[in-house]
């Protein structure tokens, strides 16, 4: 689908990432509703974009009923990017029930209601897209984020059973699953320093992959250097042999560094 023209919505779009996906989508004529918790962020964001066309839906994805309010406000749009996202660390028992059921909800269950609720249209209108904003942590454990790998976890196979279920239909959905991101997301929000040795991504590449998603039947596209997507795939693979790599003492010592600088994001 040539995104020109077409209206997007955008979840999550006053993070780093959702900033650069959001600039990417309007530079290629996308009119973009950007959406956040931040009413005031998101139009500071809509006059930086180019092109014109862009709106505002201010929307705490985690509260009971705010994705479905936030499709219906919406309407009729060509283009889901489910970014929103928390980052989830912390041990299961450091966690209160609340904080529990809120990541589940903006991470795993927002995304799959929005996509409940705009997909008849988009399959009435004859055309549409889906994307998920998912994560190499979709395919391999990693030491305090039980939570952020189920959501990953969860959302990639959404994403694959839903796109069996639109096959030969002119809707189609794309998991764009980053890896380690500088500049942007978990480990620049936390100043932790990402895992050494495995390289990382930039919040232009998933920008870039966000709109190459737009016009592609792929299921799946991966952002992250060659050694992170084949330590993720072994992972997929060879559970136990994951295992006993993030059981390691620098897995935990960077695991840790990780959840101290987030335990506000919860």
Not at 26 to 54: C, N, Q, W
Not at 76 to 92: C, E, F, H, K
Not at 102 to 116: K, Y
């Amino acid at each position: 689908m040539d995104i020109a023209g077409k209206k997007v919505l955008l979840t999550g779009a006053t993070g780093g990432i959702g900033r650069r996906i959001a600039s990417t989508l309007a530079a290629a004529g996308a009119e973009v509703i950007v959406s956040g918790r931040s009413a005031e962020a998101l139009t500071e964001l809509v006059d930086s974009l180019p092109g014109s066309g862009h709106s505002v839906l201010a929307a705490d994805l985690g509260l009971v009923g705010a994705a479905q309010e936030l499709a219906n406000q919406a309407g009729a749009v060509d283009m889901l990017v489910a970014n929103a996202a928390l980052p989830s660390t912390g041990r299961i028992t450091d966690l209160t029930d609340e904080q529990v059921a809120r990541m589940l909800r903006i991470n795993l269950e927002s995304p799959i209601l929005l996509a409940q609720a705009l997909l008849p249209g988009m399959l009435e209108r004859g055309r549409g897209k889906l994307v998920m904003i998912g994560s190499l942590a979709g395919k391999a454990g990693s030491p305090r984020s039980s939570i952020y790998n189920a959501t990953k976890f969860g959302l990639r196979g959404f994403a694959f059973g839903l796109a069996a279920d639109l096959a030969g239909s002119p809707v189609s959905i794309t998991l764009v699953a980053p890896g380690f991101v500088r500049e942007a997301g978990m480990f620049a929000d936390s100043g932790a320093d990402a895992p050494p040795g495995l390289g990382t991504t930039t919040p232009e590449r998933v920008a870039e992959a966000v709109l190459k998603a737009a016009d592609s039947k792929k299921i799946e596209i991966a952002v992250a250097p060659l050694v992170q997507r084949t330590m993720a795939h072994i992972g997929l693979i060879s559970p136990h042999v994951s295992h006993r790599v993030q059981s390691g003492p620098a897995a935990h010592k960077a695991a840790d560094s990780l959840v101290a600088g987030q335990a506000d994001k919860r």
